[in-house]
């Protein structure tokens, strides 16, 4: 889906398994689908949205692709090296996460709508801010 900044490229080439029998009580969000993409925080407009980025899909998958060099604190994420991928869920204001090669982990979820720029979402994990890519509605 073509968003608000272009097409991006993503790295992983590999998709997620199907959620299993053991993940179908978790909680996936559909408000939370969609591509977001980091928010460098020094820049004020939507040329600070950059191409790296977390998908999450309805059926519970993720795929996550942060450059080092970009997110400061990419160091916080699974698979941050090069690229990473696996499911998700919410449990209260927890966003958790299943890495096949990371294990499992979660961050301090939030909503919110940037402060500045005009009808963007965006989900802060551990704050670290991610903008819509896939045309959310602000919240």
């Not at 950059?50 to 994420?77: H, K, M, W």
């Not at 449990?91 to 090669?101: E, F, I, T, V």
């Amino acid at each position: 889906m073509k968003g608000h900044w272009g097409s991006l490229v993503f790295l992983v080439g590999v998709c997620c398994a199907a959620t299993t029998n053991a993940q179908t009580d978790r909680d996936v969000p559909a408000d939370l689908a969609g591509k977001w993409c980091y928010l460098n925080p020094t820049v004020n407009s939507l040329s600070g949205i950059t191409t790296s980025c977390i998908i999450l899909r309805t059926d519970g998958s993720y795929e996550i692709s942060l450059d080092l060099a970009l997110v400061p604190q990419a160091n916080r994420f699974p698979g941050t090296q090069q690229t990473d991928y696996g499911t998700w869920w919410v449990q209260g204001d927890r966003l958790n996460y299943d890495s096949p090669a990371h294990g499992q982990g979660s961050f301090g979820l939030r909503r919110a709508n940037h402060p500045t720029i005009e009808n963007l979402p965006l989900i802060i994990l551990d704050g670290v801010s991610f903008g819509s890519d896939s045309g959310h509605d602000p919240w």
